[in-house]
């Protein structure tokens, strides 16, 4: 009874463990190989809300157009809500600060766009959150898109998480958008990249599919590669040259395509701070890149808050170098 009950267990690891294994070896080999593309210049930069509720001044702008300079950082998606969970928005008491903001940029760093990151926690993942597929949030929701428009941004820059796949009120909120006539962009979830991920519910992975529909009705999309609970450099680094292929594979070539890099420590089940590297996540980017002239991709840095001057070098010399 002994040895049956063994040999069970042991076919079940087996089982388990082989697929894993496979899964990782072909990580790795995602990641080898020597990149050779460089910035397009359609790169961003996640900024927090400390940008337009008074805390920062016009010596921090000064400072941050000098981050910028020499990079291919063309858009800044600036924390400007979190909305309310009926979609609603009060302006004047979350950014006071923000036509300040915008006009200053402009001023300091000519020919870098400035978009409201704008969002919320969204049903049926988190509740209470934002219900999308409620027509009344989402006409809410516009109407303060709108409102933020009226004070300077060049763009609306949507972070709902988390998105179930297949979710047709996200869907709906980008087309009803759209009707502002401005630029829309989007945080995206990772692609499944096996087993059908995207079914099991917990908001992860989107499919590939839904990540077109999503593409197809935005101008920009950015995918947030990192919090993958990859637990080496490696392994990681070939996650997001896989993530690029396949975004690469259905966004649109009128959208812009770019992906996250993760510029913060954790160490967690979800996020390994020695793993999930900025230079891992460019030169991951690179390699799915390949030799693709695509002109319109580019790499998002999360977030400016806790971007350390070595995640800067890193992004520096992985990504705008041409050495």
Request: aromatic share 8%.
């Amino acid at each position: 009874m002994r040895r049956r009950v063994v040999l069970v267990v042991a076919l079940v690891l087996l089982l388990l463990v082989a697929p894993l294994g496979a899964y990782a070896v072909s990580l790795r080999v995602q990641y080898s190989g020597e990149p050779s593309a460089r910035t397009r210049n359609h790169d961003a930069l996640w900024l927090g809300h400390a940008w337009v509720d008074g805390r920062k001044t016009a010596a921090d702008v000064t400072e941050l157009a000098k981050r910028l300079d020499g990079t291919g950082i063309r858009d800044l998606y600036v924390h400007t809500g979190p909305l309310e969970h009926d979609g609603s928005l009060p302006l004047a008491k979350v950014s006071p600060k923000a036509r300040w903001f915008v006009d200053a940029v402009h001023a300091a760093a000519p020919g870098v766009r400035v978009q409201a990151w704008l969002g919320d926690v969204v049903q049926p993942g988190k509740d209470p959150g934002m219900d999308l597929d409620d027509a009344a949030v989402r006409q809410r929701v516009v109407a303060s898109a709108s409102a933020v428009l009226g004070q300077g941004f060049q763009g609306i820059h949507y972070d709902f998480e988390p998105v179930r796949s297949g979710s047709p009120g996200f869907l709906a909120v980008l087309d009803e958008t759209r009707a502002l006539g401005t630029t829309l962009s989007v945080a995206a979830a990772q692609i499944d990249p096996l087993w059908q991920l995207h079914r099991i519910p917990i908001d992860k992975w989107w499919s590939q599919d839904y990540f077109r529909q999503v593409a197809e009705r935005v101008n920009q999309i950015a995918v947030m590669s990192y919090d993958t609970a990859m637990p080496l450099e490696s392994l990681y680094g070939g996650y997001v040259a896989k993530q690029t292929k396949l975004a690469l594979e259905v966004t649109p070539p009128a959208t812009d395509l770019l992906m996250g890099l993760p510029a913060y420590w954790e160490s967690n089940p979800s996020h390994w701070g020695h793993a999930e590297t900025v230079s891992a996540a460019v030169r991951g980017a690179r390699l799915g890149l390949g030799a693709s002239d695509r002109q319109n991709f580019g790499l998002a840095l999360y977030v400016d808050f806790t971007a350390t001057d070595a995640h800067w070098a890193a992004y520096r010399a992985g990504w705008c170098s041409n050495s």
